[in-house]
């Protein structure tokens, strides 16, 4: 089992900056897994960045530059710096644990980019 817990979410305005945390607790290999997506209204949940099992990162193209996603082994936590935030970067943002068959889903973050 894993459990996910993710905060830091919240109102911004456009051009702002923010910093989702997730932290993590369970059957886990270091950070490997762990990744952020994101659902806005209507839409379909999308992948935003994770760390792949095997280490290396993947950001979503919309989000290059200006995402970063990070860790902290020792916490267990991975972190989502976001900056030059858009309104089209307003969703609930979700921790992913991704591992063979496993995947598990945090609750979920809401990020409004909004003047």
């Known amino acids: 089992q894993v459990q996910l817990v993710e905060s830091g979410g919240g109102l911004v305005q456009p051009g702002g900056s923010l910093r989702l945390s997730c932290a993590a607790s369970?059957?886990?290999?270091?950070?490997?897994?762990l990744g952020w997506y994101r659902q806005a209204p209507g839409k379909q949940r999308e992948l935003v960045a994770a760390i792949t099992t095997v280490g290396s990162v993947n950001v979503a193209d919309s989000v290059k530059g200006r995402f970063t996603i990070s860790g902290d082994n020792a916490k267990s936590t991975v972190y989502l710096q976001m900056n030059s935030l858009k309104p089209e970067d307003t969703a609930v943002y979700y921790c992913?644990?991704?591992?063979?068959?496993?995947?598990?889903w945090g609750q979920g973050t809401p990020v409004t980019v909004s003047s």
């Open positions: 992913n644990y991704r591992w063979g068959y496993a995947n598990y």
């Open positions: 369970g059957n886990i290999f270091r950070l490997n897994g």
